[in-house]
């Protein structure tokens, strides 16, 4: 399930670091990615409890092996309608300046590698919410993928930033 995108010759040569990895996911109709560094783990979905006075689009925290995890509705969070979580949601746990926390999105469907030059700037129509949340979008396969910006997602790591 690994597509390479960009020149061929490129993505031979791995040393020098023009490539990167990033896991491609869905909410609703439409596809985003995240760099795979950002990426801890890929867990099925848990139910969470919920906390008093959270953003909305904060579902709750889960438990992870002891770890208290915050869980973020991304769709909600890039102000799409809320997902309605089932068995096919999945939570990506990931990691963002010094803050671990989970994404809910629909499902994995991707994992691409992928040449810096393949990334094109977030269109300058975008509004300014819209940029903070995508660093730039990719046009694969006839697909268009956003890139998120997992630092942005929470706003005490965009405060910190």
Request: proline share 5%; hydrophobic share 45%; glycine share 8%.
């Amino acid at each position: 399930m690994t597509n390479q995108i960009g020149n061929p010759a490129e993505n031979d040569n791995k040393g020098e670091g023009n490539g990167r990895e990033l896991i491609a996911f869905r909410i609703g109709e439409q596809e985003f990615c995240v760099d795979i560094m950002s990426v801890r783990e890929i867990r099925g979905w848990t139910a969470a409890t919920p906390l008093p006075h959270a953003p909305s689009y904060v579902n709750g925290v889960i438990n992870l092996r002891g770890a208290v995890l915050p869980i973020v509705d991304l769709a909600a969070r890039l102000g799409f309608a809320r997902t309605e979580a089932s068995a096919r949601s999945v939570i990506i746990v990931v990691r963002a300046e010094h803050q671990l926390f989970g994404l809910l999105v629909d499902a994995v469907s991707d994992i691409l590698t992928v040449t810096d030059d393949a990334l094109q700037p977030t269109p300058d129509i975008a509004s300014e919410l819209a940029k903070q949340f995508v660093r730039g979008v990719m046009a694969i396969e006839g697909r268009m993928i956003s890139l998120i910006a997992t630092d942005n997602v929470l706003p005490q790591l965009q405060a910190a930033a």
